[in-house]
Nanobody
Framework: QVQLVESGGGLVQAGDSLRLSCAAS????????MGWFRQAPGKERESVAAISRLGDNTYIANSVEGRFAISRDNAKNTLYLQMDSLKPEDTAVYYC????????????????????WGQGTQVTVSS
């Protein structure tokens, strides 16, 4: 089992920055690939970013490329999402997720791959 708790969401203005954190406990954090997903009202959950166990490979969705960055600190059991130049269309509930894998340098952007999910944190960007 892995317990995931997101933090760092809030209400910001367009152009502002936020850094989301996801604290993990339980199963060894470093044995899991990790991802960030978001879901806006009336829309399907979409992948935002993903990162391999070692943190050496990452994925960033086209919609946030150049503005968002994913990272992890295995010593602190924490996943991050740095979000810069936020836009109103980034408004959503953001979820972190994890799945155990034997591959050190692979990740998945498919929600169905992920086993463990956090409760989500709201990000609202006003224009």
């Amino acid at each position: 089992q892995v317990q995931l708790v997101e933090s760092g969401g809030g209400l910001v203005q367009a152009g502002d920055s936020l850094r989301l954190s996801c604290a993990a406990s339980g199963r060894t954090f470093s044995s899991c690939a990790m991802g960030w997903f978001r879901q806006a009202p009336g829309k399907e959950r979409e992948s935002v970013a993903a990162i391999s166990r070692l943190g050496d490979n990452t994925y960033i969705a086209n919609s946030v490329e150049g503005r968002f960055a994913i990272s992890r600190d295995n010593a602190k059991n924490t996943l991050y999402l740095q979000m810069d130049s936020l836009k109103p269309e980034d408004t959503a509930v953001y979820y972190c997720a994890a799945y155990p894998t034997s591959y050190y340098s692979r990740y998945s952007s498919a929600p169905t791959t992920y086993t463990y999910w956090g409760q989500g944190t709201q990000v609202t960007v006003s224009s």
